[in-house]
């Protein structure tokens, strides 16, 4: 077994999985560390909940890896990848029985729509229309490394096709006020809107309307796909096309610290030993992990290698909230109070707009919402083979903060997240299914409640329950991810890469931060061997 490689990864994660992939295509020897006993980060799957059904310990929908190049390019499905998808992309009960749905053919959403409210089938279908012309350059322009200078030109090329700045307007508009715009029903209203919720941008901000837009585009375009077999076939795919090129991976192998010598980061010290990198250093772990931070005492860089205007930025790092899912293994489909003409995989439950909107406010203001804005999943309707014929494998999860400053349930709850307050607080969100599937209680087999310090410690990079390695509002967004003036996979250290959420893009599982890490990598290493030879 070898202590030196061309490229060492620490973090099997999916970023850190593209990078080392993409690394190995290049040639270069590749060694990936992962300290939990599995890969996946948080594209993992268990069936510890109940006998016979799957469960996705984390994410579950992925409709980003569906678009992004740097998944695409891995020709996953030769791997052993299988795609499936339920009948609807997306769904949202109201109080009333009626739904708002995504369905995967645009045509089918537009006239749902239509049914509920006179107009908004054609606003819809000229929202696609929209989307036809800008999502691509869209897309690429937020998945490449910042600045997107290629992505540009393209870009502004079709951005004059919708009328220049009257659509970039509508890009920056807060996802309220676009569907308050665009829709006269509540459907599409809550659609995109619950869509925006997926982040932690105030849905009254500017942001929220592009990820609104955007994350009810894919689920129309390409739906919100799902492993077949549960999440870690993805990682499993992406660790076997790693392992037919040669790269390796060791779990159980935590890491300690990042070696720099004359500058340089050169060495990984892990459980089993120190490695040497001959060429790069790539960390798909979080920023505060790597240079320290806001919650941690240390690092792996040590403190004085770390670049003073890294160091001076960290101290302003924030993160996003925390989260608490729940699982259940359900004894029959969810009982919903009026079952929905096409079935969704993905749910979202809120009454209203404002219901939604008050809940995500609550956690902004540091109190445990009381009426939790819900993202579930009906993982056996997206994928037969997540449970027994007739059951359902389910689950759903909500944010809290990071410093719970009180409980706006009245119940108490003070953020300490041990096994009292999960499951009180699960209750709470159970209850909330409930009002819209009387009789869900009854078909609960089994329950796991994953509260913020269970996720960390099933996935290190998923600090005090936080999803998206920090806030995807504005001001740590783009050139200011993690810290101001980065925005890229340079870290300030020559040889050490951040390829995890931290780095721009951001949260999601596309791959982008550790493709970005492999492209820097490669691109530094040759002009470093163009400079030896002249």
Request: proline letters at 7%.
């Given at each position: 077994?070898?202590?030196?490689?061309?490229a060492?990864?620490?973090?099997?994660?999916?970023?850190?999985?593209?990078?080392?992939?993409?690394?190995?295509?290049?040639?270069?020897?590749?060694?990936?560390?992962?300290?939990?006993p599995?890969?996946?980060?948080?594209?993992?799957?268990?069936?510890?909940?109940?006998?016979?059904?799957?469960?996705?310990?984390?994410?579950?929908?992925?409709?980003?890896?569906?678009?992004?190049?740097?998944?695409?390019?891995?020709?996953?499905?030769?791997?052993g990848?299988?795609?499936?998808?339920?009948?609807?992309?997306?769904?949202?009960?109201?109080?009333d029985?009626?739904?708002?749905?995504?369905?995967?053919?645009?045509?089918?959403?537009?006239?749902?729509?239509?049914?509920?409210?006179?107009?908004?089938?054609?606003?819809?279908?000229?929202?696609?229309?929209?989307?036809?012309?800008?999502g691509?350059?869209?897309?690429?322009?937020?998945?490449?490394?910042?600045?997107?200078?290629?992505?540009?030109?393209?870009?502004?090329?079709?951005?004059?096709?919708?009328?220049?700045?009257?659509?970039?307007?509508?890009?920056?508009?807060?996802?309220?006020?676009l569907?308050?715009?665009?829709?006269?029903?509540?459907?599409?209203?809550?659609?995109?809107?619950?869509?925006?919720?997926?982040?932690?941008?105030?849905?009254?901000?500017?942001?929220?309307?592009?990820?609104?837009?955007?994350?009810s585009?894919?689920?129309?375009?390409?739906?919100?796909?799902?492993?077949?077999?549960?999440?870690?076939?993805?990682?499993?795919?992406?660790?076997?096309?790693?392992?037919?090129?040669?790269?390796?991976?060791?779990?159980?192998?935590?890491?300690?610290?990042?070696?720099?010598?004359?500058?340089?980061?050169r060495?990984?010290?892990a459980?089993?030993?120190?490695?040497?990198?001959?060429?790069?250093?790539?960390?798909?772990?979080?920023?505060?992990?790597?240079?320290?931070?806001?919650?941690?005492?240390?690092?792996?860089?040590?403190?004085?290698?770390?670049?003073?205007?890294?160091?001076?930025?960290?101290?302003?790092?924030?993160?996003?909230?925390?989260?608490?899912?729940?699982?259940?293994?359900?004894?029959?489909?969810?009982?919903?109070?009026?079952?929905?003409?096409?079935?969704?995989?993905?749910?979202?439950?809120?009454?209203?707009?404002?219901?939604?909107?008050?809940?995500?406010?609550?956690v902004?203001?540091?109190?445990?919402?009381?009426?939790?804005?819900?993202?579930?999943?009906?993982?056996?309707?997206?994928?037969?083979?997540?449970?027994?014929?007739?059951?359902?494998?389910?689950?759903?999860?909500?944010?809290?903060?990071?410093?719970?400053?009180?409980?706006?349930g009245?119940?108490?709850?003070?953020?300490?997240?041990?096994?009292?307050?999960?499951?009180?607080?699960a209750?709470?969100?159970?209850?909330?299914?409930?009002?819209?599937?009387?009789?869900?209680?009854?078909?609960?087999?089994?329950?796991?409640?994953?509260?913020?310090?269970?996720?960390?410690?099933?996935?290190?990079?998923?600090?005090?329950?936080?999803?998206?390695?920090?806030?995807?509002q504005?001001?740590?967004?783009?050139?200011?991810?993690?810290?101001?003036?980065?925005?890229?996979?340079?870290?300030?250290?020559p040889?050490?890469?951040?390829?995890?959420?931290?780095?721009?893009?951001?949260?999601?599982?596309?791959?982008a931060?550790?493709?970005?890490?492999?492209?820097?990598?490669?691109?530094?290493?040759?002009?470093?061997?163009?400079?030896?030879?002249?």
């Amino acid at each position: 077994m070898s202590s030196a490689y061309d490229a060492v990864v620490v973090g099997a994660g999916p970023n850190g999985l593209v990078a080392a992939n993409h690394l190995a295509d290049a040639g270069w020897s590749v060694l990936v560390l992962e300290e939990q006993p599995e890969v996946g980060g948080a594209v993992r799957s268990d069936t510890e909940v109940h006998p016979g059904f799957v469960h996705d310990t984390f994410s579950a929908f992925y409709p980003l890896a569906a678009v992004s190049p740097a998944i695409r390019a891995l020709r996953l499905e030769e791997h052993g990848l299988h795609w499936e998808h339920a009948p609807a992309a997306l769904g949202h009960p109201r109080p009333d029985g009626s739904w708002a749905l995504i369905h995967r053919d645009r045509e089918v959403t537009a006239a749902l729509a239509e049914e509920q409210h006179a107009g908004d089938g054609e606003a819809w279908l000229t929202l696609c229309r929209e989307w036809d012309v800008i999502g691509e350059p869209l897309l690429a322009g937020l998945l490449q490394p910042f600045p997107p200078l290629r992505a540009v030109p393209r870009g502004l090329w079709q951005l004059r096709k919708l009328g220049g700045a009257r659509f970039l307007k509508t890009l920056l508009t807060p996802a309220t006020e676009l569907a308050r715009q665009r829709f006269g029903g509540a459907g599409p209203q809550l659609l995109l809107c619950g869509n925006a919720g997926h982040t932690d941008i105030p849905v009254d901000s500017p942001g929220s309307g592009l990820m609104g837009l955007l994350m009810s585009m894919l689920a129309q375009s390409v739906g919100f796909p799902v492993p077949r077999g549960g999440a870690g076939q993805l990682s499993a795919a992406l660790r076997r096309r790693l392992e037919a090129r040669g790269g390796e991976v060791r779990v159980g192998e935590a890491v300690h610290g990042v070696g720099v010598e004359h500058g340089r980061a050169r060495h990984v010290h892990a459980a089993g030993g120190s490695v040497h990198a001959r060429r790069a250093v790539v960390a798909a772990v979080t920023a505060v992990q790597l240079f320290g931070g806001p919650g941690r005492a240390g690092s792996l860089v040590p403190a004085a290698d770390v670049p003073r205007r890294v160091r001076a930025g960290m101290r302003q790092f924030t993160w996003d909230p925390a989260t608490v899912k729940v699982d259940w293994a359900l004894s029959g489909p969810v009982p919903w109070a009026q079952p929905p003409p096409h079935s969704p995989g993905t749910v979202h439950v809120a009454d209203d707009v404002a219901d939604l909107a008050q809940a995500l406010g609550q956690v902004s203001a540091g109190l445990v919402p009381a009426r939790p804005f819900l993202l579930a999943g009906q993982m056996t309707t997206s994928d037969p083979t997540r449970s027994p014929a007739g059951t359902e494998s389910m689950w759903a999860y909500t944010h809290v903060p990071q410093h719970v400053g009180g409980d706006a349930g009245g119940e108490g709850l003070g953020g300490r997240w041990d096994h009292d307050e999960c499951e009180r607080f699960a209750d709470r969100v159970q209850a909330r299914l409930e009002a819209y599937a009387p009789g869900f209680g009854t078909r609960v087999l089994a329950r796991r409640v994953l509260g913020p310090t269970e996720l960390e410690s099933r996935d290190a990079n998923l600090v005090g329950g936080a999803l998206n390695g920090g806030t995807s509002q504005l001001h740590q967004e783009l050139a200011l991810r993690p810290v101001a003036g980065l925005g890229r996979a340079e870290t300030g250290v020559p040889g050490l890469y951040l390829a995890s959420a931290s780095a721009h893009p951001g949260g999601g599982v596309h791959g982008a931060a550790g493709h970005n890490a492999a492209r820097a990598a490669l691109a530094h290493d040759r002009l470093r061997r163009a400079l030896r030879r002249s």
